[in-house]
């Protein structure tokens, strides 16, 4: 549904979207217009006490504003819960109902400050407990109208001026072909709506350095956000219901898919090497990967035991043996990586703790268990990691050997390259093979580090011919499909579950706007009623709900058009936007290039019930997959902890583990019976 016009302007907030809060507001309205009732019964209107007249007066108008309030709001809520997303007809009265509502603010706030006055002035000798009443009643009524004022600067739009819609009537080829004049209002509103989010970026980013690289990182990502959110006209509430249609349709799907067949060799592995040698590797991979993250992974994953044992650590001088760069200036991240990996001061080569945008800590040591060089690549854990992963248009990384098109995520690609010209550029590699010649190179990452690791091995991978690399939940939007190919001799990518970052690229995120606009516009109930089943659904699960879905009372022949309801959500018609009929066809991503992830895929996913009590027991399953399969976001309420490096670390590691245990999906350290 289109945000609410009202005051000569456009607002986050849709006219259906006013069920709950206005139903929480009505509840303490009622509670407290009976608290007044009560109080003023119980004296009978007559008060022995200073002030006795203004209090009356101030007791039976409270009683009077707060009734029209409660109706007011009683009008609000059973209006706003008529209709449906798309169907705002039933609602046309929200309008005037929120300014009536808006109006009864004045007597509230004159009424608030008349009860300041008495109890500052004519409250002596009153019952303390009417005194503490009449405060409590004015102190709700600032409260109220406080977070009533924080309410509208959060539903605020900056770019909230009411955008022209095209004439009802008017053919649709018509109707797309713009004028000149509204051709330069999409431009100046572009414009606006990349300055805007510059604007917010820069405050959500106040702490960081406003120097140039940090200037052009806002500027690549407002234009990046703007351009994604410009072609819609949906509030958040539609894209909370939106992901809760999806999250039942794409459970109803799973459950009437037919099981899938493990596959227990990749195609392109070499000879002799299965998946359970790999898995091995991967675990072994994995607890370095990780250990990147420093003292707060660390931490995270030994709540009872890390704090004791790092804190002999920390604080404390040592001869140095390895050199350290930036950023622990207290040894604790040192500290940390040396009790998650098991190594020894000496076994490091270099470790960089230095970060800023597009330049992220790694560390390079000597696996003498595995007989490699390892380098490990920490995934994202700052502000600046994050602008690092938004910086996601496409650069171009030529590399020798590779036919077809070379491109990369831009923030990854520099990242990488920072750390190639440290390890090269520094003699880093150089150091650590002159100690032991005869080792190989291995890269590891997680997350951006995974991404950063993927692309560092490409960039080194004709000077070193022999090394590899285990990428750990890497991002899905990294590499072109000739850089993805060619990664597949040297990269092995490990993806558990239904993790997100796997499957997030621009083209997946346009492709889930449009599945969003189809599932809202399709759907035939009140968006209150979406959200409570879809809460209900994601904490006690269920069947999923029998919504109608596009197929619905509709003729084939039909799904050529695009939906009314759909299109009725859409400011102007982008190249993101597609009708019904073209769900399986990969236009809708002609708009930006495809990116993909790196190496052979392995996924792990739990072997059994999606859903499970806190106390059975966990079982794993591995098995080779392909890009193709991670080209859609799954909704789940499994897409961010998945994503966590310890639930990796603990997957793997059950995996090749033989004992049972029982796993709560809070739990942090514990491993689990498995099969591959």
Not at 53 to 75: D, K, M, Q, T
Not at 87 to 112: D, F, H, K, M, Q
Not at 346 to 370: C, G, M, T, W
Not at 518 to 533: G, H, T
Request: glycine residues 6%.
């Amino acid at each position: 549904m289109p945000g609410i016009v009202m005051f000569g302007r456009r607002w986050g907030i849709a006219s259906d979207d006013l069920v709950f809060p206005g139903s929480f507001e009505l509840f303490v309205r009622v509670l407290w217009w009976i608290g007044t009732m009560i109080l003023f019964t119980y004296h009978k209107g007559h008060f022995d006490c200073n002030g006795r007249g203004v209090l009356h007066s101030y007791l039976v108008g409270l009683l009077v504003v707060l009734a029209f309030i409660i109706l007011s709001l009683c009008a609000i809520v059973y209006v706003s819960a008529q209709g449906t997303i798309t169907n705002p007809g039933p609602r046309r009265s929200i309008p005037v109902l929120v300014y009536l509502r808006a109006l009864l603010y004045i007597p509230e706030l004159v009424w608030a400050c008349l009860g300041a006055v008495w109890v500052s002035d004519d409250s002596q000798g009153c019952d303390p407990a009417t005194v503490g009443a009449v405060i409590a009643a004015v102190v709700a009524s600032w409260i109220i109208l406080l977070f009533t004022g924080l309410g509208v600067v959060f539903v605020f739009d900056p770019l909230g001026n009411p955008r022209p819609q095209p004439a009802a009537m008017e053919p649709l080829g018509v109707r797309d072909l713009e004028s000149n004049e509204s051709t330069q209002f999409l431009s100046t509103a572009r414009t606006l709506a990349v300055k805007v989010w510059e604007s917010r970026l820069r405050l959500l980013c106040c702490c960081l350095p406003q120097d140039e690289s940090h200037r052009a990182a806002f500027s690549s990502i407002a234009q990046l956000f703007s351009g994604f959110f410009s072609d819609t006209d949906l509030v958040p509430s539609d894209i909370a219901a939106g992901l809760a249609l999806l999250h039942q349709e794409q459970d109803k799907m799973e459950q009437s898919r037919d099981p899938e067949v493990t596959v227990d060799h990749s195609p392109s592995s070499p000879i002799g090497e299965d998946l359970e040698t790999e898995l091995e590797k991967a675990a072994h991979c994995m607890k370095f990967a990780a250990a990147a993250y420093g003292w707060p992974m660390y931490v995270y994953s030994n709540l009872l035991t890390a704090p004791c044992k790092l804190s002999g650590d920390c604080c404390r001088s040592r001869a140095a043996e390895y050199d350290i760069v930036g950023g622990d200036h207290l040894g604790c991240h040192f500290s940390s990586i040396l009790h998650s990996t098991g190594l020894q001061y000496r076994d490091f080569i270099y470790v960089s703790f230095h970060n800023q945008i597009y330049e992220i800590p790694f560390f390079v040591a000597l696996d003498h268990k595995r007989e490699a060089v390892l380098v490990a690549v920490r995934g994202t854990l700052s502000l600046k990691d994050v602008l690092t992963d938004l910086s996601a248009e496409c650069e171009n990384l030529p590399i020798e050997g590779v036919s077809g098109a070379c491109y990369a995520h831009k923030g990854i690609s520099q990242a990488a390259g920072y750390i190639y010209k440290k390890l090269v550029n520094d003699g880093i590699l150089n150091q650590a093979f002159s100690i032991a010649p005869e080792y190989k190179l291995v890269i590891t990452g997680h997350s951006l580090g995974a991404g950063t690791a993927s692309l560092l091995a490409i960039l080194l991978r004709n000077s070193f011919p022999t090394l590899q690399c285990y990428s750990f939940s890497p991002p899905g939007g990294l590499l072109s499909k000739a850089l993805a190919d060619y990664s597949k001799d040297f990269v092995v990518s490990v993806v558990l579950g239904k993790d997100l970052v796997p499957r997030l690229s621009i083209p997946n995120m346009e492709d889930l706007k449009r599945k969003i606009l189809k599932i809202v516009s399709n759907c035939n109930k009140p968006k209150y009623r979406i959200l409570l089943q879809g809460c209900w659904y994601e904490l006690f699960g269920g069947d999923p709900d029998d919504f109608p879905t596009e197929m619905d009372n509709r003729r084939e022949e039909e799904l050529s058009q695009p939906l009314l309801g759909e299109e009725s959500l859409m400011i102007r018609h982008s190249s993101s936007y597609q009708s019904l009929a073209s769900d399986d066809s990969p236009a809708h991503t002609a708009a930006h290039l495809p990116l993909f992830l790196p190496g052979r895929i392995l996924h792990i996913t739990e072997d059994g019930p999606s859903r499970r009590s806190c106390f059975s027991q966990v079982r794993y399953r591995a098995d080779w997959s392909n890009e193709m399969a991670f080209r859609s976001i799954l909704i789940s309420p499994r897409m961010l902890a998945d994503h966590m490096p310890d639930a990796v670390l603990r997957a793997l590691s059950s995996l090749t583990s033989e004992r049972p245990f029982l796993l709560c999906p809070s739990s942090l350290s514990n491993s689990q019976q498995n099969t591959v």
